[in-house]
């Protein structure tokens, strides 16, 4: 999906993935440890709720270094049982 999404970025990119899931504490804990583990501290995040705040949609934004970079982050965020959908 991130390489035909992302196929004409240039890298090094500063890239923005949306990741939704259950508004519970073990959701949010998955994608920031994902996120630490490619990229340590350096990002950004926003997050909304939903509605009914039964769902969070976290915004992160990264400075990928590479395509391969971004796609072991992708592979491992879309892997995790707690997230529900990345785009």
Known sequence: FLI???GRQ????????KVFGKNE???????????RTHYGDE???AEQFS???AYLSLSVTV???SREQIDA???????HDDILMVL
């Open 4 to 6: 035909l999404h992302y």
């Open 10 to 17: 240039s890298v090094p990119a500063e890239i923005a993935v």
């Open 25 to 35: 504490p073990t959701f949010r804990a998955a994608v920031l440890t994902i996120v």
């Open 43 to 45: 990002h950004a995040l």
């Open 51 to 53: 509605k009914q705040g």
């Open 63 to 65: 400075l990928a270094a």
């Open 73 to 79: 982050m992708y592979k491992d965020l879309t892997a």
